[in-house]
């Protein structure tokens, strides 16, 4: 009789079963995904040109393209990052690096953030409306819908940049400060270098959920599908139009079809760009292998 | 300093406690029993738990004091007093003088980052930062304004010499540091310390995290470095303490505080020590 047996046990097998379960999990994720994306390139790529992408819309949207409509979506993206990204990302240096973790002011900047986090859309859009368009006399305009937008990216921009701070090892802060090192030389030359990936992973996710809003834009950058002129004029954002499209316009859903699937690729792209633009920072700071 | 300064100091502080020895009568050649650090009655708590009572203690210049004792009796926050290290740590409070050539550290007056700049820290985890090997040094060094990048290149080069890490690392200094050993990666971090030029060094168990063979290459250079620098290390390895060590300290934990039992020579504390608890704990038998 053998000391020492090597059967084939039952926790192999539901290791096997782990793996599978596993696997399947992620095939459902996957099949998802590429379901949405078949289904639009179906429905949007026969409508897809050049003239889409720089037209303006004719018939309300049926025939023509998406041009201004493309650039009123990057204008209030560009103002709502504009906004939140210094406002954000100086609270989580607040939070994470000048205030005691415990304190009552962080928890309560961390409370409101998280309350914040969880308002649905639309009742921002209400808000703006209420404040920058009406209040502010900012109107239905670009800069009413970007500042919107701000105010809704604020919580991620702010956990997420507090969290990649907070993971930076205890340990850098330490043995800069023992070289005397100032806080803010500290900071700028090691902690968000070290956070970078995880600001980038935010930015990201910021620019996903704004680039896809529509509740918040609704009543306060408007649907007016003109060329901007200016920031205070009214704007249509790119999920606006699809949602118009959709919901208002019959015989819109061949151009909703490929402005959903313009949105998408956007997103794919800007996710991509995101996390080539981490891992480069991250090469940067020369990581070992 | 003058020297009727000196006097008086040591006047006062053999009135003080028992602890300090009077001038050097033997040991090494390098000892010049001048104080550089004087701590006085000094308690440090975390909430409301105290690491150190009461200690009183010199350090002199240019030798190579031991700090031993069991984990936990206070022997990391001893060190990260002595260059405020302790200002990081928010339930840290301290009570007390330490003074370092005269200068009370804790006044509001001081400046916290000179004072780092004149004493160095070691880790006992080697903390290279996820830099190359060169940014290593330059951004403290630039941080303390050294900034022309000749004297810059002069500097990283002679202190990483003096670390023994020259040859290693002269055709790499682009690549990580964190790509190096942990005995290299230990070494870098004293050159990036020494490169402040500091006049005191802090060594919180340098070798502890080293294999046997890296820990001898720092080993000697630590003693390398006696007499040209003060050097403060904590220790968990006895005969290490008593091969590079001119002055020993022995703390131990009692009532669930962390106290100075004993401190002396090298030599005495491990020969002839006076206390019980250090004789115990030297010839093994606790801690
Ligand atoms: N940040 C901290 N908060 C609370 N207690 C601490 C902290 N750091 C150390 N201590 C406690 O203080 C005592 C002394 O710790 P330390 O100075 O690290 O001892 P040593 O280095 O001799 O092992 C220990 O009991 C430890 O648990
Ligand atoms: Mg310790």
Known sequence: ??????????????????????????????????????????????????????????????????????????????VALVV??????????????????????????????QVLAGVPSIVFGLF???????????GFSILSGGLTLACMLLPILVSTAEAGLRAVPENYRMSAAALGMSRTATLLHLLLPAAAPAL??????????????????LFTSGYVERMPGSLLDSGRALALHIFDLSMNVPGGDAPAYASALVLVVLLLAINIVAMKLAYGLQRKRIMPA | ??????????????????????????????????????????????????????????????????????????????????????????????????????????????????????????????????????????LPLREHGVTKRAEVEAVSEQVLRDVGLWHEVHDRLDSAALSLSGGQQQRLCIARALALKPKILLMDEPCSALDPIASGV????????????????????????????????????????GHLIEFGHCRDIFETPVHQLTAAYVSGARG
């Open chain 1, 200 to 217: 980038a992973a935010g930015l990201l996710l910021g620019i996903g959920r704004a680039v896809a809003e529509t509740a918040a834009l």
């Open chain 1, 1 to 78: 009789m053998p000391e020492i047996t090597f059967v084939r046990s039952r926790s192999i097998l539901r290791d096997r079963l782990v793996q599978l379960l596993v696997y399947a999990a992620v095939l459902v994720v996957s099949g998802v995904f590429i379901w949405i994306l078949a289904d639009l390139v179906r429905g949007g790529v026969a409508h897809l040109s050049w003239n889409f992408f720089v037209d303006s819309p004719r018939d309300a949207g049926r025939a023509g393209g998406i041009g201004p409509i493309l650039v009123s979506t990057a204008l209030i993206l560009l």
């Open chain 1, 84 to 113: 939140a990204l210094p406002l954000a990302w100086a609270t989580a240096v607040l939070l994470a690096e000048f205030v005691p973790a415990t304190s009552k002011f962080g928890t309560i900047v961390r409370y409101s953030l």
């Open chain 2, 218 to 257: 720092v080993e000697d250079l630590i003693v390398g470095l006696q007499g040209r620098y003060t050097i403060v290390i904590v220790t968990h390895n006895l005969a290490q303490a008593r091969r590079i060590a001119n002055y020993a300290a022995f703390f131990w934990v009692k009532e669930r505080a």
């Open chain 2, 1 to 138: 300093m003058n020297t009727h300064d000196i006097e008086e100091i040591q006047r006062s502080v053999e009135k003080q406690h028992t602890f300090t020895l009077g001038p050097l009568q033997t040991g090494p050649a390098c000892c010049d029993p001048q104080p550089i650090v004087q701590v006085k009655n000094f308690s440090l708590h975390y909430d409301n738990k105290t690491a150190l009572d009461k200690v009183t203690l010199d350090i002199y210049r240019g030798c190579i004091t031991a700090l031993i004792g069991p984990s936990g009796c206070g022997k990391t926050s001893f060190l990260s007093a002595i260059n405020r290290l302790t200002d990081l740590i928010p339930n840290c409070k301290v009570v007390g003088h330490i003074q370092v050539d005269g200068v009370d550290i804790y006044q509001s007056a001081c400046d916290v980052q000179v004072l780092r700049q004149q004493i160095g820290m070691v880790f006992q985890k080697p903390t290279p930062f996820p830099l190359s090997i060169r940014r290593n040094i330059e």
């Open chain 1, 128 to 138: 703006g409306n209420a404040f920058f368009s009406i209040y502010l006399g900012l």
